[in-house]
Every structure is written in structure tokens, then in C-alpha cells.
């Protein structure tokens, strides 16, 4: 029998765009044969729209000047809840029977559509809602993964309100304690938006001016030297399994939002081009900071190769990462045989068997 599918994409969310683009390729991709999906976009103002026409109109935005887009909201009650549509002909109620929020960063990412599932008792695609928020937030992240032993950059947190108190003192510490250059980064926020590289002092304030944009809590990191960026794909509720590693060489100095999703001199490599043990000790701790965390159904998990050292650092976790064509993500479980439909497939599978 088919299930129904609600699909969310948009976001009130830095990640807004990205969202939508991923959303498009994961509708194209799902297997009609065991799934209908129901499509609501959520603006970039918060509004919700049940959004019937075609997904090619998804990026930028165009769906909502095509159209059909009808008033929608998610009801959490058990009994009489689902999808609610508010036609001028009266309200529709749409059952379903899973949802795959396809929304990264905040309002999305974070454990708050997570928790509206949960008090619908729907089944979910990804995370759990404590898992969900630890992840987005990086400095707790980072706290765990020193808690756990987990190698990573030296790096510190500080919110807004601390910044105003301690001024210049939090400068010349940051300096001090992480050295230059170094990364300034939103703790909650993803796809490299509001990051800075520092390779002056002098540039710091303006740097975190651009972060706090973006959140009140920043993470800034030291910069590892002479790197490769590597990602690893895992997959799975009890008994997850890690990716052939993929790496990085970005079109620009830092792998940042327009290297990402615009420039396409970024190459990506599948598998990467680090050594064997490396590579397996990127898989092996992806899987080990994949269950401190408490993730299910789907997780990227990102790390540094440094060159000159062989040593593997732990960057950061991503839980709803990019599902677009060029994604690292759907790339690396096609090398290693689990094509696009089935990957989605596999990930619903995986949502039902949580609850």
C-alpha cells in the first residue's frame, strides 16, 4: 500500500534557498511506486502553503508565483490532526502517513519541527528532537566531542551579551587561546552562512558583527593547517553503517555557502584522496560521535585531514544535510550502491521503524 509523504521545504532559515532545491530533487527522486507526496512550502516569513504544482518551479522561490498555493498548517492532535488546508470551499484534512522535513538550519534543523511530529506522533524522516538541537548548536556539539576524547580544533563560544560585557578582553584572548588565522561561525546555523576566516586581528570585530547576524552564540575555531575537508554519509537507526569517505577542495579559501551551492570550480572527491587508515578512522569515529549524539535515519558527519600530519579532526554534524545534485550526501551512498530512489526509500523505512 502507499504511504503519503509530507514533504516541508522553504524555512524561515539562512538555509532557506538551499531547502528548496534540495526538496525539488528529493520529490523527483522518490519512488512513486511506494509513495504520494504532499508538498507545503513555508516562506521565508513563516507562512505555511500546500503547493500542488510543479517542482521545477521549487528554487528560487518561483513556486509561489506559479502556484496552486493554499493556506496550510500541521495539526498535533492525534485524533483528528494531519495536514489541514484552507480552501475557500471550507478546511480539507489530509492524512499522512510520514514526513520528511527537507529544511536545514534553524526552524527546521534544530528539534522544533521535530517536536510538532512528535506531538502529532507522526513518523518522521532524521533526528530526534534532542538530538536535532544538540547537533545544530556547534558549541555543544564541540563540548561533547571533548567530553568523548574526540580529536577537533581548539575553539571557544561566546554569546552576544558575554561579547558586549568583555570587549576587547574577549578579543585578545580569542587571539591568544586559537592563534591566527582562524574561523569565526553562528553556533546554529549551517551551509557556511555567516562564517568568516580572520587572518588579522583587526578583522575579528567585524567578523563576529557578521556571525551575531546570524545567531547570539557564536563558535570561533582555530584553523587547521594545510587540510582536506572530508565528509562521511551514515546511515541507520540501531546498527548504522558509515560511507566510503568523500573530500573537498573548495573553489574558494574555505568551503563557504557560494563554493557550495554556486561555484562550480569546487571538486569533490568520491572516495577522498587521503590514505587508507585515514579514511577508516574517519568512518569509525563518524559512526562513534553519531551515536554520542543520539542520531537516527541519516547524518553527515565532516571532518579535516591534515596533510602534513595524518591526524583526523572532527568538525562538525550535520543532520539534514543537502540532498541537490551536486550534494556530498546522496553522491556518497550512490558510490557505494544506494542509488537515489532507494536512498529515500531506505530513509522513510528507517522513520517508520522509529516509532
Given at each position: 500500500?502507499?504511504?503519503?509523504?509530507?514533504?516541508?521545504?522553504?524555512?524561515?532559515?539562512?538555509?532557506?534557498?538551499?531547502?528548496?532545491?534540495?526538496?525539488?530533487?528529493?520529490?523527483?527522486?522518490?519512488?512513486?511506486?511506494?509513495?504520494?507526496?504532499?508538498?507545503?512550502?513555508?516562506?521565508?516569513?513563516?507562512?505555511?502553503?500546500?503547493?500542488?504544482?510543479s517542482t521545477a518551479a521549487l528554487p528560487g522561490d518561483r513556486w509561489l508565483e506559479t502556484g496552486p498555493c493554499t493556506p496550510a498548517a500541521f495539526s498535533p492532535d492525534r485524533k483528528a490532526g494531519g495536514l489541514l488546508v484552507f480552501r475557500e470551499s471550507g478546511m480539507e484534512r489530509i492524512r499522512v502517513d510520514a514526513a520528511f522535513p527537507v529544511l536545514h538550519g534553524k526552524n527546521g534543523e534544530d528539534g522544533t519541527v521535530q517536536g510538532l511530529f512528535e506531538l502529532a506522533g507522526l513518523p518522521y524522516v532524521g533526528c530526534g528532537v534532542l538530538s536535532s538541537a544538540m547537533c545544530m548548536d556547534k558549541a555543544v556539539t564541540n563540548l561533547?566531542?571533548?567530553?568523548?576524547g574526540i580529536a577537533q580544533v581548539a575553539w571557544l563560544s561566546v554569546t552576544r551579551a558575554q561579547y558586549r560585557r568583555e570587549g576587547a578582553a574577549f578579543l585578545a584572548s580569542a587571539v591568544e587561546k586559537l592563534g591566527l588565522p582562524l574561523f569565526v561561525k553562528p553556533a546554529n546555523a549551517g551551509s557556511?552562512?555567516?562564517?568568516?576566516?580572520?587572518?588579522?586581528?583587526?578583522?575579528?570585530?567585524?567578523?563576529?558583527?557578521?556571525?551575531?547576524?546570524?545567531?547570539?552564540?557564536?563558535?570561533?575555531?582555530?584553523?587547521?593547517?594545510?587540510?582536506?575537508?572530508?565528509?562521511?554519509?551514515?546511515?541507520?537507526?540501531?546498527?548504522?553503517?558509515?560511507?566510503?569517505?568523500?573530500?573537498?577542495?573548495?573553489?574558494?579559501?574555505?568551503?563557504?555557502?557560494?563554493?557550495?551551492?554556486?561555484?562550480?570550480?569546487?571538486?569533490?572527491q568520491v572516495p577522498a584522496h587521503i590514505p587508507k587508515a585515514a579514511a577508516e578512522t574517519v568512518r569509525a569515529t563518524a559512526l562513534t560521535i553519531y551515536a554520542l549524539m543520539g542520531c537516527r535515519g541519516l547524518a553527515r558527519v565532516d571532518f579535516f585531514y591534515e596533510k602534513a600530519t595524518g591526524r583526523v579532526l572532527f568538525n562538525e554534524l550535520n543532520t539534514m544535510p543537502g540532498f541537490t545534485s551536486i550534494s556530498m550526501y546522496p553522491k556518497l551512498q550512490a558510490y557505494d550502491g544506494v542509488e537515489y530512489g532507494a536512498l529515500l526509500d531506505r530513509l522513510l523505512l528507517l522513520a517508520l521503524e522509529a516509532r
Open positions: 500500500m502507499q504511504k503519503t509523504v509530507l514533504v516541508l521545504f522553504g524555512g524561515v532559515s539562512s538555509e532557506h534557498e538551499v531547502s528548496c532545491v534540495s526538496a525539488q530533487s528529493v520529490v523527483e527522486h522518490l519512488p512513486r511506486d511506494k509513495y504520494t507526496p504532499v508538498l507545503v512550502g513555508i516562506t521565508k516569513d513563516g507562512a505555511w502553503y500546500f503547493y500542488e504544482g561533547l566531542a571533548d567530553t568523548a557556511s552562512c555567516g562564517v568568516s576566516k580572520v587572518d588579522d586581528a583587526s578583522e575579528l570585530p567585524c567578523a563576529l558583527e557578521t556571525a551575531f547576524s546570524f545567531d547570539e552564540k557564536l563558535v570561533l575555531e582555530a584553523a587547521a593547517q594545510d587540510i582536506l575537508e572530508v565528509e562521511c554519509a551514515v546511515l541507520g537507526n540501531d546498527a548504522p553503517t558509515a560511507s566510503t569517505v568523500g573530500g573537498i577542495v573548495p573553489a574558494a579559501a574555505f568551503y563557504d555557502y557560494e563554493a557550495k551551492y554556486i561555484d562550480a570550480g569546487s571538486e569533490l
